[in-house]
């Protein structure tokens, strides 16, 4: 009997020696796996030794803007941290990051794009589809707008129905070709219920809402302008009947 519990005793023992090597083994496998992982990232071929930015006239910018130390692991960076830095420079609407095996980072930037030139009685600033201000530029050639707030660069218009209207506006436009018949170069917007559209020579008046029909409308009279040859001060379109107020010329 007591041969049996002793015999009993040394298979427990076994057993538990054999839990324990399996449990250490595995605890040194883990050990070792980090270990080469901390080894392999911090060897210098993985060291940054590029940063790649495009478009190509931005780099140096960059590079000062988002300084990476010596010797930093490619594994190290953190793009959520760059991408948010980056995102902060008034210029960049959205950028990508990329790391490329083994020692470099391509970082692509979408600059954000004048679209309009927004001008009060205080100033006067670009802005993008978005709605974002921008510097002045030269060379610019776009529409003008009055009767929006020109606000501090980088940030976001306040007027966001004027800008969804001012879109709509745009689309349209070009959906009924438009600019074959009447060339825009302001748009007031002051007021939303008597939106003009302005050329060198005439006016169009619509209203905020129902842009797709009025400019429908508009491409119709204005082919009927153009075929009698009639010249006008204004156009409004903002009723069910448009009205066109002829342009008095001087008799020679």
């Keep these: 009997m007591r041969e049996k519990l002793i015999e009993e005793r040394k298979k427990r023992i076994k057993k538990w ?4 090597a399996i449990l250490l083994s595995v605890c040194f496998l883990i050990f070792l796996w980090f270990f080469i ?3 392999f990232k911090n060897l210098s071929i993985f060291y940054i030794k590029n940063i790649i930015v495009e478009p190509r006239e931005y780099e140096q910018l960059i ?3 988002i300084p990476v130390p010596k010797n930093t692991s490619i594994f190290a960076l953190k793009l959520d941290e760059i991408y948010s830095k980056l995102k902060q420079i008034y210029f960049i609407d959205d950028c990508y990051l990329e790391k490329r095996i083994p020692d470099t980072l ?3 930037l979408k600059i954000r794009t004048p679209w309009v030139l927004v001008i009060d009685s205080r100033s006067a600033e670009l802005m993008d589809r978005n709605g974002y201000f921008l510097p002045l530029q030269e060379n610019f050639n776009g529409w003008n707008v009055e009767g929006m707030r020109v606000e501090e660069i980088g940030t976001k218009t306040s007027e966001i129905e004027k800008l969804e209207i001012l879109k709509e506006i745009e689309q349209w436009y070009n959906y009924y070709g438009i600019s074959n018949f009447f060339k825009i170069d302001t748009v007031l ?3 939303i219920d008597k939106i003009e559209l302005k050329s060198p020579e005439a006016t169009l008046l ?3 809402q129902d842009i797709d029909k009025q400019f429908e409308i508009a491409k119709k009279v204005l ?4 075929e009698r040859n009639l010249q006008f ?4 379109l903002r009723f069910q009947q448009p009205y066109v107020k002829e342009k008095i010329v001087p008799k020679t």
């Design 17 to 20: 020696l054999k839990g324990l």
């Design 37 to 39: 992982q901390a080894w």
């Design 63 to 65: 590079k000062t803007y």
């Design 106 to 108: 391509v970082i692509q």
């Design 189 to 191: 917007i002051e007021d």
């Design 206 to 208: 619509i209203r905020g």
């Design 223 to 226: 082919a009927g302008c153009k």
């Design 233 to 236: 001060e204004y156009i409004d």
